[in-house]
């Protein structure tokens, strides 16, 4: 009996990150990928490294996957049973992607898995192509709109206790900070053995904007430019820190696109009064089979007889037309949560020069899948956790 042997159409499934990126695509890429695949890579650190608590990125550089069956899912691996008790209810499961996203970098402390699915009906998706390599807390980001944390988050034990981050725009736009989670603890409560410092520029020679440490959220930090740099330094390497940040092509803050699993959005100048006759338009994306809830943190407008002016308007797609609209809000009372149906929504807000209201702050995250009844029977096979043998955990999108 002959044996043969063929290349796998997936490629090899054992990837070991080392400081040069590497890639990997799904089968055929870029052109039509085929129907019922099931690719599955698990993405480790270098073994020979010495630093125990060395870091992998894969980097999402370009994803077109159809989203009525197919699906890319992404997951952390075991990473410690200290971290896992310590961190608790901060643990989830894997995120599951489709459609087009932007391009965005994955952290793990040790290794990661990727599973590809794909149904029985031919579409005209290209796939995706993400790269994978040692992590590095030194890097310039220039996408629109992006996540920034440390490298162990939602963990506080990094592999290194410096970092330096530039964030570079198009010219003519301004950045927003938005920020979700800041635990720099510094033992002379000074931030001078921890920090974090931002400045209005593309260095340290820069404009000083805010210099920040402890346990409490800053309020939002604005470019006067197209460029911010933002440095960390983290006693014993240890600290913790989540925000995004957005790109505003009006007045600082107004508006922009967010991609993100969770974040906060800030009405322009809050906790101050906005009182420019404006109106900011904020596209908020979660990954995709995934849906928004947002909750209201902070509200206070003052609004006309009627709801007139200056308010807020939620709708639940990408247009923003009357159709979408789900509602609007006013006045001083603190909105309800808002449940999308989709995993995108829109955040409209208007004001005038009459407006005294310290405006809003909001919270938004990414529910779990979609419910299946919104999807066709022939892809409900929806993968659990313990299949992968896994611990569940984030993963964030930077």
């Not at 992006?146 to 970092?163: M, S």
């Not at 009064?273 to 109106?279: H, N, Q, V």
């Not at 709801?307 to 309800?336: A, I, K, M």
Request: aromatic content about 12%; overall charge negative; hydrophobic content about 30%.
């Amino acid at each position: 009996m002959d044996l043969l042997s063929e290349t796998a159409p997936c490629g090899p499934s054992s990837l070991f990150a080392e400081a040069e990126p590497k890639s990997v695509t799904t089968p055929s890429y870029p052109l039509q990928y085929p129907i019922n695949m099931r690719c599955k890579w698990v993405v480790y650190r270098n073994s020979t490294e010495s630093r125990s608590l060395s870091m992998v990125q894969i980097t999402i550089k370009d994803l077109g996957i159809n989203c009525s069956g197919d699906y890319v899912e992404v997951q952390k691996m075991r990473y410690g049973i200290n971290q896992r008790r310590y961190y608790g209810s901060d643990f989830k499961g894997p995120v599951r992607l489709c459609g087009n996203v932007p391009v965005h970098d994955i952290f793990a402390v040790n290794s990661m898995s990727i599973y590809f699915h794909s149904d029985s009906i031919n579409n005209s998706g290209r796939g995706f192509f993400f790269t994978y390599q040692e992590a590095s807390c030194n890097r310039t980001y220039t996408e629109s709109t992006a996540v920034l944390t440390n490298l162990a988050y939602p963990g506080r034990f990094n592999a290194v206790k410096d970092c330096a981050k530039n964030i570079t725009i198009a010219q003519g736009k301004t950045i927003s900070l938005y920020f979700s989670r800041l635990e720099l603890y510094d033992p002379t409560q000074g931030c001078v053995n921890s920090y974090m410092k931002v400045y209005d520029g593309t260095n340290t020679s820069a404009p000083l904007l805010g210099t920040f440490c402890g346990f409490n959220e800053p309020d939002p930090v604005y470019s006067s430019g197209n460029s911010l740099h933002v440095v960390t330094r983290m006693h014993h390497s240890s600290g913790s820190y989540y925000f995004i940040y957005v790109t505003a092509d009006k007045d600082q803050g107004c508006g922009g696109n967010v991609y993100a699993e969770e974040g906060h959005i800030y009405s322009p100048r809050y906790p101050q009064a906005y009182t420019s006759t404006d109106e900011c338009v904020w596209h908020i994306s979660v990954p995709g089979y995934h849906t928004i809830k947002v909750e209201f943190e902070g509200f206070a407008f003052n609004s006309s007889s009627g709801c007139e002016s200056n308010f807020v308007e939620l709708y639940d797609g990408t247009v923003g037309n009357v159709e979408e609209r789900v509602v609007r809000y006013c006045g001083t009372d603190t909105p309800g949560t808002h449940l999308s149906t989709t995993n995108k929504m829109i955040i409209k807000m208007q004001t005038d020069s009459n407006n005294s209201g310290v405006g809003f702050k909001l919270r938004f995250t990414s529910n779990s899948y979609m419910p299946e009844s919104s999807m066709r029977l022939i892809q409900k096979d929806t993968l659990s956790v313990s299949d992968y043998q896994y611990d569940t955990a984030y993963i964030y999108l930077n």
